[in-house]
């Protein structure tokens, strides 16, 4: 029998080992990663907590411009300081009905828009819900007149406090009054600078 001559094979080179990352490249990398996180978490702890204020100083201040609107159209009336043809003047039926529905001249309001119910709606569906404090995801409008002074009400369901007299609104937290004011002063001095 023959046998097959061999083939020589070359010898095999020597190669190192595949290079790993020394303890200080992993302790830097550890140092930068820390660094990241300790700016970046405060920060994203910060923009989550200050949501809800944000999203409320937006209804606001639609709020307060669709009153306004309201009232221009409605011979100076706010709404909810005459009735709706249903509700009594000075009642928190009063104002969702009007600021949900079509109306009239007078305030007085119908779901179907035609030549006599030519105003509105001006909040879609419902009023937006108030979004920080005791009653954060109310929707619930309590409603003053005169010159009674807009205030925080501890009974549930109410999110935002409504005088029909003057047109003012706020978000009903124990810091409403000064956290409307600092929207509308805000508000006013953007319009002024446009």
């Known amino acids: 029998m023959c046998e097959a001559p061999q083939q020589h094979r070359p010898a095999p080179r020597f190669q190192p080992p595949p290079r790993a990352f020394s303890m200080l490249e992993l302790i830097v990398v550890v140092v930068i990663i820390g660094v990241l996180a300790a700016i970046a978490i405060p920060r994203f702890s910060r923009g989550a907590g200050g949501t809800g204020r944000k999203v409320t100083q937006q ?3 639609v709020l307060q411009g669709q009153i306004e609107l309201y009232a221009i159209q409605h011979r100076g009336a706010y ?25 009239d001249l007078d305030g007085n309001a119908s779901n179907i828009a035609d030549t006599t119910y030519r105003f509105g709606p001006y909040v879609r569906k419902a009023m937006p ?5 005791p009653q954060a995801d109310n929707t619930g409008v309590h409603v003053i007149t005169g010159a009674t002074a807009l205030a925080y009400q501890t009974a549930g369901g109410i999110g935002w406090v409504y005088n029909d007299t003057t047109g003012e609104i706020m978000p009903n937290a124990p810091n409403g009054t000064s956290f409307t004011r600092e929207v509308l002063s805000a508000f006013d001095t953007t319009a002024k600078g446009n």
């Open 79 to 103: 709404p909810a300081f005459n009735g709706d043809g249903t509700n009594a003047a000075h009642t928190d039926s009063a104002f969702l009905s009007q600021m949900t529905s079509h109306t």
């Open 59 to 61: 209804n606001l201040s």
């Open 129 to 133: 819900p108030m979004t920080f404090g």
